[in-house]
């Protein structure tokens, strides 16, 4: 027998009465109705609707209920009559629990479709899944059927295939296209790493599916649309500005800021002058601002705010004209500084000071240049003589390191240590020295006789040499003798000579090693006028007995 509709109409009523009811093992509710959902599907497309019930707002096994005994039949509304109508399990149309497939759907299938399951005793009824068959267009893909995806320049992105849930068996069998021609990719999404302008477009993803020997496309389309990313508002002119003019001239100075890709209401530009704003410009005026105006360039849109002088006075020279910029979030404040051309706006005191400090800087740096030369002359005028009272015999000990064997100290060392340094020192520049191999009484013993000596010296001259660096020596004694006297006791001041370079230092007793790295060394300098005399007599006790026999 078949069904009435109106008997249709009265069973639909009557299951929603009975959504409270319990059956065997669930309390069902049907979804509420503005849960109910829209599929949008092409004429001549293949389309599901799926029946979906829910207990206490979560979704139901429908394969458990039809374990226990449910059945389900599928209904459409007419909404223009108000029929309800009963769908049969056809070819065209076909219900497989709990889905009801289109192969395909067509224009006329358009309209609000709802499930009811049914176990003998009690009817519940799910919610409206409304069906929209949009009619065959020219093109891939329609305006009514598109779904829209915002994203940034720049920014990743996933574009997912909407809607396609009940065909995730299939998803490898998916493509996409980009603008209805190029197929640029396959599967579920759409993956983007970084976003570019060329991005922006229609995709549509399109997966074929065989049935009863056909093949039905289900497809699905959406918008990509990009935004430029968001660029904070910046202030770009002016920052701390000194700008010269000239009194009486007409005078426009532009405010400008970047305001991001897109003009802005909250950014605005205004001029301010002793914290109060200056209004636009009127005749009478003698400082106001132009219109705000907007220029568009590839980085941004620049809002400009131009400050207008008709005529520059007095009264608007060494004053600060403030630029505020100000955004939702932020305040930004540049200013410009009037001077008139060709005069300073730093007062004298300030240019006087600077000055002083501009001096005394290159004094010292002539000082620290010059100061042995000015040390020399220092004591050549003033006769400064720091030897008197001190009961010392000698100006300096000179100490030549040697080896046992003393072939293996060169000529030119000894010629040096024992000709040259006393010639100079002693005859030219009036110095006492104490050589041990030359002063010292023979037969007298050795280790009294050297701190006796040295004791008796303000000065100990070290020279070093190549050779002792590599071998042993028989000046150690005397050596350490006066690095005692000189670290540990401090009585007597060093003055290390190099006469050639030495590379390696490491061999050099650990005493020595810390007084060449506090101390440096004079470095040997051809001829009797070098600064390495210089030098020395600088390091040397200042005496005022001096024999000149020629320049310094």
């Known amino acids: 027998m078949v069904m009435m509709p109106w008997m249709i109409f009265l069973l639909f009523t009557t299951a929603e009465m009975r959504n409270k009811y319990i ?46 005994g ?49 176990n003998g005793t009690h009817n519940i009824s799910g919610p409206n899944v409304s069906l929209y068959v ?59 790493h970084s976003l570019g302008k060329e991005n922006a477009g229609h ?3 399109v997966l074929s599916i065989e049935h009863n020997g056909r093949q039905y496309n289900v497809t699905r389309t959406l918008e990509l649309t990009l935004t430029e990313p968001y660029i904070e508002p910046k202030l770009i002119y002016p920052h701390q500005e000194h700008i010269e003019v000239t009194l009486g001239e007409r005078r426009v100075i532009n405010c400008t800021a970047l305001a991001g890709h897109k003009s802005k209401q909250d950014v605005r530009l205004t001029w301010e002058f002793q914290q109060r704003k200056i209004t636009s ?23 400009e705010r131009p400050l207008v002088f008709p005529k520059v006075k007095e009264e608007h020279l060494n004053q600060h004209f403030n630029c505020v910029l100000h955004t939702s979030v932020n305040k930004m404040i540049g200013s410009i500084f009037l001077q008139e051309k060709g005069k300073s706006a730093v007062p004298p005191s300030v240019g006087l000071l600077f000055s002083a400090i ?3 800087f290159i004094l010292a740096c002539v000082c620290a240049y010059f100061k042995v030369q000015i040390a020399l002359c220092f004591r050549d005028l003033t006769g400064r003589d720091e030897t008197c009272g001190d009961n010392k015999e000698y100006d300096a000990y000179v100490l030549l390191l040697k080896n046992d064997d003393t072939l293996l100290n060169t000529h030119e060392e000894q010629e040096f240590a024992f000709k040259l340094l006393p010639a100079i020192l002693e005859e030219k520049f009036g110095y006492r020295l104490c050589i041990f191999e030359r002063d010292v009484v023979p037969g007298v013993a050795s ?34 003798t006066g690095l005692h006297q000189v670290l540990v ?26 007084l060449l790295k506090s101390k440096g060394t004079v470095k040997w300098g051809e001829g009797k006028h070098s600064y390495f005399w210089k030098k020395l007599r600088y390091l040397m006790p200042a005496k005022s007995r001096q024999v000149h026999t020629g320049n310094q």
């Open 23 to 68: 059956t065997e093992r669930y309390e069902i509710n049907i979804f509420p109705p503005f849960q109910s959902t829209t599929v949008f599907v092409h004429d001549g497309e293949h389309a599901r609707l799926r029946c979906q019930l829910c207990n206490e707002s979560s979704p139901i096994d429908m394969n458990d209920l039809q374990t226990h």
């Open 70 to 118: 449910f059945t389900i039949s599928w209904f459409k509304g007419n909404s223009k009559s108000g029929v309800v109508e009963l769908l049969d399990n056809g070819t065209r149309i076909a219900a497989q629990w709990p889905l009801l497939g289109f192969w395909p759907a067509s224009v006329k299938d358009t309209g609000r479709y709802f499930c009811s399951v049914f």
């Open 134 to 192: 949009i009619p065959i267009s020219e093109g891939c893909y329609s305006k009514e059927t598109e779904y829209t995806r915002n994203g940034c320049i720049g920014s990743s992105t996933r574009l997912v295939c909407p809607h396609m849930e009940e065909f995730k068996d299939n998803a490898k069998d998916l493509k996409w296209y980009k603008n209805c021609q190029e197929e640029v990719a396959t599967g579920l999404s759409l993956e983007f």
């Open 203 to 205: 995709y549509t993803c």
């Open 281 to 303: 410009c009127k005749p009478e005026a003698s400082v106001c601002k132009d219109p705000r105006r907007e220029t568009i360039r590839n980085d941004g849109v620049y809002v």
């Open 358 to 360: 501009v001096v005394l």
């Open 447 to 480: 280790a009294e006789s050297i701190i006796f000596y040295i004791n008796k010296c303000r000065r100990l001259i070290i020279i070093l040499s190549k050779e002792y660096v590599d071998d042993h020596f028989s000046s150690t004694y005397e050596l350490m």
């Open 489 to 514: 006791e401090r009585k007597i001041k060093p003055i290390l000579i190099q006469l050639k370079p030495i590379n390696n230092t490491k061999s050099l007793p650990e005493s020595l090693q810390l």
